[in-house]
């Protein structure tokens, strides 16, 4: 069974800048293929940022695009969001999760593994 652990959240003002961590336990990471995504009040949870098993390819919502980065340490069983430039709708609880498989995924119903997510505050 595969656990996770998110970690970085907060708050921060427009602009600025936060990098999200997520810690997985397991011998098999490196074989995942990892998502964040968030989930603001009200709304439905929607995928940020996917990443297949090596870090060769990734997936940005538009949303996030050229704003943050997804990256992976295998070395490290950890996951990370880069984000930049945030604007106060980025506001929301944010969720690392893992597929099943190793090929990159930006389908929610693929992601089998999740953490219990950590909040990302925005202030304008």
């Known amino acids: 069974q595969v656990q996770l652990v998110e970690s970085g959240g907060g708050l921060v003002q427009a602009r600025g800048s936060l990098r999200l961590s997520c810690a997985a336990s397991g011998r098999t990471f490196s074989s995942y293929a990892m998502g964040w995504f968030r989930q603001a009040p009200g709304k439905e949870r929607e995928i940020v940022a996917a990443i297949d098993w090596s870090g060769s390819s990734t997936y940005y919502a538009d949303s996030v695009k050229g704003r943050f980065t997804i990256s992976r340490d295998n070395a490290k069983n950890t996951v990370y969001l880069q984000m930049n430039s945030l604007k106060p709708e980025d506001t929301a609880v944010y969720y690392c999760?893992?597929?099943?498989?190793?090929?990159?995924?930006?389908?929610?119903?693929?992601?089998?593994?999740w953490g219990q997510g950590t909040q990302v505050t925005v202030s304008s």
């Open positions: 999760a893992a597929t099943d498989a190793s090929g990159l995924s930006y389908t929610r119903r693929n992601y089998k593994h």
